[in-house]
């Protein structure tokens, strides 16, 4: 006998568990199938991002970071350290714990709000005689569930290079980047990566943290082609610096595997050919929607031209009552861009109105300095004739991010010349992921750069920084 529910979420990560408690906590029945396992073979609620990306990589990032600041930083502090070393081994240990932690919180959180849980693979069967879907459960559960509705929400999985499959021993996902080490405890000597998105920044700099020589390669001419220019090369000079090595415009011609390590064949931007011999090869190319084993086909579901599940503005399918969010869908692949939509998509279905700016979607790269900016570049408003002004000012001038060392960086803001509506900030410095949610609130209640410069900022604080770029779109700031 089919259980029937009224909704079944297809997917446990950051959309997925997110839409299944929202819609129990609107009166709805409420069913989510998973099938990440941990390594004693149980579940392993969150997704990709608790379990191979988001929650390790910043748990690794910050033990490197706590590293190279004893080594580089408490110097100028008057503290002196003898001994240093870095079990990796214990990092990594530390990493798999804070993992099984956000585990275990979310299979809390699905008791706490009555979400069934079902462990396992689900994938569509057919339409229901009595109305909604037939969903099938397997491996290593077995059930058969009927959802009235039906949100899909099966992330996406690591891009691999052609001809080049991961093997997570020498060329590397970001699953297989996130666990060097682990048993031997080693740092590799030469660590390459292709990519230099946000995966690659991130890991990339775990690693030279602790010691491995690494080199970046990228096929765009320009770095971070995504982010405002002016903050990219704030934050290239800066990772130049750090002796991260970054190579733009280049063409991956070959790669070789042995016992030796990864040999890279590639042509660089002026044409020439050369040769990069790593230990271990992180490749973050992008990711592809995950519709493997969801068997769309078998209802109709239909798929766009890049593989990802097809969907209007407000996440509905082709199929009525089959909904999808996340990194499945269109649109930028956040893991805070799907718990919004799965929000969004479980309020619609309780007859709520759900509404997701994707204008206002926060990006954040996790690098020492970090980089996040909202809406709009420098770039795309030229491009698009907007008159605007900018104003920027340097954390060197601010007191707080001097007292921290971290003097690194800039906050930049963009405003609509006539109206001074904020139409973008950007900003490369300390704590920048945590300053851009100002911005996202401001630029949410339409706010100009003059209400931010006219708002009282605690002091001394990096907030200021913020207000001080503000009262540059006026050409007043008060600290430069």
Known sequence: MSKTFDVVVIGGGPGGYIAAIRAAQLGLEVACI??????????????????????????LLQSSEHYEHAAKGLAAHGITTQGLAIDVAKMIARKDAIVKQTN?????????????FFHGRGSFVRAAAGGGWEIAVSAP?????IGKQVIVATGSRPRPLAGVPFDEERVLSNEGALAIGGASGQVPARLGVI????????????????????????ALPVF???????????AFKAFTKQRLAIELGVKVEGVETGAAGVAVRYTGA?????????DKLVVCVGRVPNTEGLAPEAVGLALDERGCIAVDEACRTNLAGVWAVGDVVRGPMLAHKAEEEGVAVAERIAGQHGHVDFDLVPWVIYTHPEIAWVGRTEQQLQASGRAYRSGTFAFAANGRARAMGAGTGMVKFLADAASDEILGVHIVGPLASELVAEAAVAMAFKASSEDIARICHAHPTLGEAMKEAALAVDKR???A
């Open 141 to 145: 559960a077995q059930e058969t569930l």
């Open 270 to 278: 002026r044409g020439e050919v050369r040769l990069l011999e790593v």
């Open 195 to 218: 990519g230099s998105g946000v995966v690659g920044l991130e890991l990339g700099s775990v690693w030279r943290r602790l010691g491995a020589q690494v080199t970046v390669l990228e």
């Open 224 to 234: 971070l082609g995504a982010a405002d220019q002016q903050i990219a090369k704030e």
């Open 104 to 116: 275990d919180g979310i299979q809390y959180l699905f008791k706490k709000n009555k979400v069934a």
């Open 477 to 479: 700031t008060l600290n």
């Open 34 to 59: 998973d099938a990440w396992r941990n390594a004693q073979g149980g579940p392993a609620l969150g997704g990709t991002c608790t379990n191979v990306g988001c929650i390790p990589s910043k748990a």
